[in-house]
């Protein structure tokens, strides 16, 4: 009998290198260079250190070729999506900014169907530091995996100020999706007329926020039909063209980190109904030393007020919990979500709110830096979090990356939720690991273990890559999520999912009381034994906002039913749903569940 061997994991190559390269130089010591990513480079000011070239261990730089038990097909190129997001590194400033990348958004602003895709564009450093914005790449999905660039006849060609998180909601109620735009610098928001041009109301909206702004998301926090928005701030820093970070004594330069900056603080804007906001963050009692760069919006703790989890970075996450007291009380340490097993706060990114393990609970997740595991935090029903990484086998599989983009989607339609991380440093030298590295796939075992499989999840997957926001959508209406990915100074890339269900259904929800965005809802299928719960979230992944369709799998055709349990708590059926199709849910109109 022949013994058959599995190759071994993006990761475990990472360390086989690293451990050779440990060995050679032992026996024939010398300099250790780490080259640079290639850019288009401009000289650094002469006065400053001259950067020392150091040699980089990562995964083979050609993709793998394809296979037929590939999760996901790299389609960009016949979709007509050329965008990519400019970090301005190319004149060799090492400006913190430049780090952390953009989002996408999955969202149909045409009402016609089907999902959108909307880039933000980051923007360009000049060498004395100037920092300006870039204009986002608004593609509209034409079908057939066809999409054409409308950027500009959507009246978004002009620059926004340097940009990363986007959020979609309708603010105004009018049944099309609006935009908002977190930036460094000044904040943008921008209003659908329904007719496919969106114009900037920022000023007339009193929403004028500067400062470092990075994700956001909308949430009817005080229960009255309007969606009101979350702004997470990262830090106060401003460009000095004096400041050195790196290694000084051998030379490297590198991009500073935010460990001794004061934070920005978060900022809460009441929806007053008539296309203005009101700032009410000192009110409902947010918090001011967080360095936010993750927030999901949900109704976490199933009391019927919407709640939000802050990921931060190298501070303590947040948990707010809403109320009808109209205040916004932070649990996270005493829930077990602010940080590690120990409670020590990480370098937390990307967030979902999933639930997991099949429970009816959501769950929260979020990504952390290098020598740092990714957090799993189990809802025990009871309001309380378990910290269940190592119990889920997540246990030491991602501390040699730096994780982003992430999210729980069932890619594989077996009704459990499967799980990826994009990952990629932040710093060009002084590092740990590579700066490219790999995007991890996880498929769940029933919802008791989540198995590493990115061996399978294509030739993209084989390949590092520096990687930040991304989000999932069903694109070509399927029944499968589909999955897009940004990269720092790459073109985004559109996987399409080769596992489309046999029988599905897919429910998008219209708030009349709730929010019009029905952001907080908890949807559940049930066919025999086996129940589906999925949430209606604000924000997640990382800067990106996820199609608003929640998909389902089916095992039969009769009777399909859901029921919808909005925020504030009351419950409806909506019956005889059609498999294979979008049904848009309107509160109010399906039959209410009394009694509990």
């Known amino acids: 009998m022949s013994r058959q061997f599995n190759s071994p994991t993006i990761w475990q190559r990472y360390f086989l290198g690293l451990v050779l390269a440990v060995s050679l130089a032992s026996c024939h010591p010398a300099p250790v260079v780490v080259e640079r990513p290639p850019s288009p480079t401009a000289p650094v000011q002469t006065a400053d250190p001259q950067p020392v070239r150091l040699r980089v261990i990562s995964a083979p730089a050609v993709p793998r070729l394809a296979r037929s038990d590939d999760w996901f097909e790299d389609v960009t190129p016949a979709t007509g999506v050329d965008f990519t997001y400019s970090t ?26 089907d999902a959108d895709l909307l880039f ?6 000049s060498a004395t530091l100037e920092i300006r914005g870039r204009a986002p790449g608004l593609f509209r999905n034409e079908g057939n995996w066809k999409f054409v660039d409308v950027t500009a006849a959507a009246g978004l060609s002009q620059a926004t100020d340097y940009s990363h998180g986007i959020t979609v909601g309708d603010f105004n109620g009018d049944g099309f999706s609006d935009l908002y735009f977190a930036c460094y610098g000044h904040s943008h928001l ?200 190592v119990a889920i086998g997540l246990g030491g599989s991602s501390r040699p990356w730096v994780g982003f983009g992430t999210g729980f ?24 690991s590579a700066f490219e590295q790999p995007a991890i796939l996880y498929r769940s075992m029933s919802g008791q273990r989540l198995q590493d499989i990115s061996d399978r999840g294509g030739p993209w997957f084989s390949v590092p890559h520096v990687a930040r926001g991304a989000a999932t959508g069903d ?68 800067l990106s906002s996820f199609d608003a369709r929640l998909l389902f799998p089916l095992t039969g055709t009769d009777n399909v039913q859901v029921k919808i349990r909005w925020l504030g708590g009351a419950e409806e059926v909506f019956a005889n749903l059609s498999p294979k199709a979008t049904h848009t849910l309107i509160e109010g109109r399906g039959i209410a569940v009394t009694g509990g």
């Open 409 to 432: 989607v069932d890619f594989d339609s077996d009704g459990w939720l499967d799980l990826f991380v994009m990952n990629g440093h932040v710093t060009y030298h002084v590092r740990t």
């Open 190 to 389: 921008y209003q659908n007329d329904g007719a496919g041009w969106f114009r900037e109301i920022t000023v007339e909206a009193n929403l004028e926020l500067d400062g470092w702004r990075t994700a956001a998301t909308w949430a009817d926090v005080d229960r009255d039909g309007w969606p009101d928005l979350y702004v997470a701030g990262y830090v106060e820093w401003h460009p000095d063209p004096k400041q050195f970070c790196g290694d000084a004594q051998q030379h490297i330069r590198d991009v500073c980190m935010p460990r001794e900056l004061p934070a920005t603080a978060d900022r809460l804007f009441r929806n007053r109904g008539d296309g203005t906001f009101q700032d009410i963050s000192a009110q409902v009692g947010l918090r001011r030393d967080g360095k936010g760069l993750g927030i999901v919006a949900a109704d976490i703790d199933r009391n019927g007020w919407i709640d939000f989890y802050v990921a931060n970075d190298v501070e303590d996450n947040f948990l707010y919990l809403g109320g009808p007291e109209g205040k916004l009380e932070d649990v996270g340490a005493n829930r077990g979500v602010s940080g590690n097993e120990y409670g020590i706060p990480e370098g937390s990114m990307g967030v979902d709110f999933a639930d997991v393990n099949g429970d009816g609970f959501g769950d929260l997740f979020v990504t952390n830096y290098e020598q740092e595991d990714n957090s799993l935090y189990r809802n025990d029903g009871t309001g309380n979090f378990n910290h269940a990484t």
């Open 88 to 113: 301005g590194r190319e004149t060799q400033t090492y400006s913190m900014v430049e780090s952390f990348g953009g989002g996408v958004a999955l969202f149909d602003f045409d009402n016609d169907g």
């Open 120 to 125: 933000t564009g980051g923007g360009q450093i």
């Open 475 to 542: 694109l070509d209406n399927d029944g499968a999520p589909d999955l897009v990915v940004v990269q720092q100074d790459a073109p985004v890339t559109i996987l399409r999912n080769q596992n489309p269900a046999s029988n599905w259904i897919s429910v998008r929800l219209r708030g009349t009381k709730s929010d019009p965005d029905a952001i907080g809802a908890e949807v559940t299928l049930v066919e025999g034994e086996r129940k589906l719960v999925r949430f209606v979230r604000g924000g997640g992944s990382y």
